[in-house]
């Protein structure tokens, strides 16, 4: 299977985000007719009906809406990428090296680097995604300057600074019998699989710390399935897979649109911090002092 384009993902979010083919031409600066054939080239190369048609037009299959989903969030990856390159000065060798845990890396880090980039003197960004625990090693190791976490816990033998507190909650499709629920126990949720991040993720964490202390339980079942981003654990979710554990700020337009329900879990809300880390026997960079200087500001 040839590999899907940039311009194809930009693309179906245009039909998602303006009800239509025609629209999403117009969008663009291309022709319906362009877009048609495009869109069922996608369709004939995945084997998949992204769209159903008719005589009064051309909507979305659910099918087609998860997929429009999936690309929006790389296409948001896209545009923030774009903005860190555009931080390149004349000075090539200056660069500042980020990791972040995947919930702050997708939804607070772009903003971060856009309003780095519009500094005169700003440097070359080397971000890495990855979970808490792997970004406190990197720092640890001298592989990023600064880094981002969102664990109950903060890294041993590193400087930090909370800059925010978020809360993880319990999530599924509106279809899901847990829907309809005006909440459930603790000893519920550590009984059911989940769909989860992998084991190192802070909001994997922040569950089973939650739910163990009020249980008095030792651990939580295994989960149903373990997913590397949260971008994949709430198509998964919002696809019927079962019940899953994330970020309000990332699930939070999927819960206006009602693309998901919270499920009030029994017991005080599901808080952790977010913080900034840092090697305390290496001098910050100038670089990485203004975007921990920005994350602090504007978060």
């Known amino acids: 299977m040839n590999g899907t384009t940039l311009d194809e993902m930009r693309m179906i979010v245009a039909v998602e985000e303006h009800g239509s083919l025609t629209g999403a031409a117009t969008a663009l600066g291309v022709t319906q ?5 495009r869109m069922r080239a996608l369709e004939r190369r995945w084997s998949l009906s992204l769209f159903t048609r008719s005589a009064r037009g051309t909507r979305l299959t659910d099918h087609g809406t998860l997929v429009a989903e999936w690309a929006a969030t790389m296409v948001g990856h896209a545009e923030a990428f774009d903005s860190a390159v555009a931080s390149l000065r004349s000075d090539r060798a200056a660069h500042v090296r980020v990791g972040a845990s995947l919930t702050i890396a997708e939804h607070l880090v772009p903003g971060w680097l856009v309003t780095y980039a519009a ?12 979970n808490s625990v792997t970004v406190a090693q990197r720092v640890r190791a001298g592989k990023d300057d600064l880094g981002f976490v969102e664990s109950p816990d903060l890294p041993d033998g590193l400087a930090s600074l ?3 507190r978020d809360e993880v909650v319990l999530v599924v499709a509106p279809e899901h019998p847990w829907a309809r629920r005006t909440s459930v126990s603790p000893a519920e949720v550590a009984r059911t699989p989940l769909v989860s ?10 569950l089973e710390r939650a739910v163990e202390a009020i249980t008095g339980l030792g651990t939580v ?12 654990v709430r198509a998964t979710i919002m696809a019927g897979g079962g019940v899953g554990a994330l970020s309000a700020r990332a699930v939070r337009d999927d819960l206006d649109a009602g693309r998901l329900r919270a499920v009030r879990v029994d017991g005080p809300p599901m808080v952790r911090p977010f913080a900034a880390v840092w090697d305390p026997r290496r001098r910050l960079a100038p670089g990485a002092s203004r975007i921990l200087e920005i994350a602090s500001a504007v978060s």
């Open 197 to 206: 991040r992998e084991a190192g993720s802070g909001t994997r964490l922040t």
């Open 221 to 232: 079942v295994a989960p149903a399935a373990e997913l590397s981003t949260t971008a994949a």
């Open 162 to 164: 909370v800059f925010m």
């Open 119 to 130: 500094d005169p003197s700003a440097a070359h960004v080397e971000l890495t995604a990855v």
């Open 33 to 37: 007719q362009a877009v048609s054939q």
